[in-house]
């Protein structure tokens, strides 16, 4: 079983509409967790941050971490033609990354 | 303030030869990070450093990689003798504490012929 596991990709949606965007991490331990959006040919950058149980908003993002089922998720609501990118899940304690889920919105 | 500052952005070199990456940490991050890229294996970590000590190198995939961070703001990955399977992207990124945001540089596409 992989440390870090994404939801397989591609994953498609029209604009406009809330793309999910789901994590899943073997580490039981883990208080931290960060979501980066990657564009092709460029560096990872970081998006959003989670620490505690529930949901975390800032701006059109959404991060939810379920400790207990080992779960963190992204939901990025009215998606644009910009957020088009692979957005990687990161477990701190882990020093692991997920293999990324790669995300078009169509215009 | 700067960011994560890596050199080169572009390497080729033929097989056989020494190749080494560069990193300039954001200042006042204690913790750095190399991590090699490639379509078939992601990103993975290959070292992290604390304070400039290697804290968890097993990531290294063999002895011709090698690792130093000589003070608080460089850091150096070395691949010697370099194989063609070593191209990747390499990413080098720090942070505060181990368990923090990262923060990346531009990175080092290294092609090895």
């Known amino acids: 079983q992989k440390e870090v596991e994404q939801n397989s990709g591609p994953l498609s949606v029209p604009e406009g509409a809330i793309a999910s965007l789901n994590c899943t991490y073997s580490?039981?331990?883990?208080?931290?967790f960060f979501w980066y959006r990657q564009y092709s040919g460029k560096s990872p950058e970081l998006i959003m941050f989670?620490?505690?149980?529930g949901d975390k908003e800032d701006g059109r993002f959404t991060a939810q971490l379920n400790k207990a089922s080992q779960y963190v998720s992204l939901l990025i609501r009215d998606s644009q033609p910009s957020d088009s990118a692979t957005y990687l899940c990161a477990v701190a304690r882990q020093l692991t990354f997920g293999s990324g889920t790669q995300l078009t919105v169509l215009p | 303030d700067a960011g994560v500052i890596q050199s080169p952005r572009h390497e080729v070199t033929e097989m056989g030869q020494e190749v080494t990456l560069r990193c300039k940490p954001i200042s006042g991050h204690n913790s750095l990070f190399w991590y090699r890229q490639t379509m078939m294996r992601g990103l993975e970590l290959l070292i992290y450093f604390n304070n400039n000590v290697p804290i968890d190198d097993s990531g290294m995939p063999e002895d011709r990689f090698s690792a130093k961070m000589p003070n608080a703001s460089f850091s150096t990955l070395k691949i010697q003798p370099s194989e063609p399977r070593d191209s990747a992207v390499y990413f080098c990124?720090?942070?505060?504490?181990?368990?923090?945001?990262?923060?990346f540089g531009d990175g080092t596409r290294l092609s090895i012929l």
């Open positions: 580490d039981r331990g883990s208080q931290s």
């Open positions: 989670i620490y505690s149980n």
């Open positions: 990124a720090s942070s505060t504490q181990g368990d923090q945001p990262q923060h």
